[in-house]
């Protein structure tokens, strides 16, 4: 009998169901994301990423397309991921609907810094307090030399022991976890980005921070890396090695717009807390002591 309705409960059965029966087939048919055009990209229900400048499709966003989109542009139907990447399960978002895409209480808060000049002084102004609040200290490249004692996470490049400036001992490092990128091959993950050989850490640090919280909803404050160098003096140690930059300002500030649209999706935010006039950073500016006196809420 064919049926006249169908709900979102049912198509999620019937996925799960088909999951049971052949879970390889189905893995493969929704891990494949086709290129598609912009126009198909711009339709009010149809789910469809975008990395770089390419958008794609898959069919998850297309049974998407079947019942419509909320005011954020998300659909009901989602897919539970593992962290080797395989799926769980298919699930409605019925609670996220209603709270997506602003929650009152983040359930994780970062405080990612890196090493302009000026973030010596501004880490004693803000830094201590923030961690107080809560704030999980996360530094880049040299940036570990602020605060040793109170970082979280430390995120650098696989070259940094041959072209870093400040080098931590083995006694820090038991401290605090590490996350090692790859300058030379793209960050994978629910959010990533393409292009290989950027050099830009930044990049791959909120990436790192989104993948490993997808639906916690948190935030992340930066400072102390707004991608804009002065010859004279580029980072608080000195005269450093700049951001190689290899793709331009414009495709940098791209990626980041677009990490930016993954945050939000999420329910999750970035913000500018470095107070800095000049800088590349797209995500919205808030000032320290407002993040301190309410606790980081988003």
Known sequence: MIKRKISPAEVIDLLNELLKIDRKSIECLFGIGIPCNKKLAKHPSVQVGKFADRYFVRIIGILNGMFGADKAGWGCLSIDITKNGRIKQFKLLKERLTKHPIMNKPKGKFLLIGSAPYIKDWYKKYGHALIRKGFKLCAINNAWAIDPDNISLWMYPCDFFDTGHLFPDKKQRKKWKEYVCDHRVPTKGKCEYIKEGSGTILLNALVYLLNQHIDKGFEVL??????????????????????????????????????????EKEGSVVYNVGGRRKTLLPFKRKRPKEMISNGGRL
Request: aromatic letters at 16%; a neutral charge.
């Open 222 to 263: 930066i400072a102390g890396s707004d991608c804009v160098y002065k010859k004279e003096e580029s980072h608080f140690y000195g005269k450093g090695a700049a951001d190689p930059l290899r793709y331009g300002e414009v495709w940098l500030v791209k990626e980041l717009e677009r990490i930016k649209s993954f945050y």
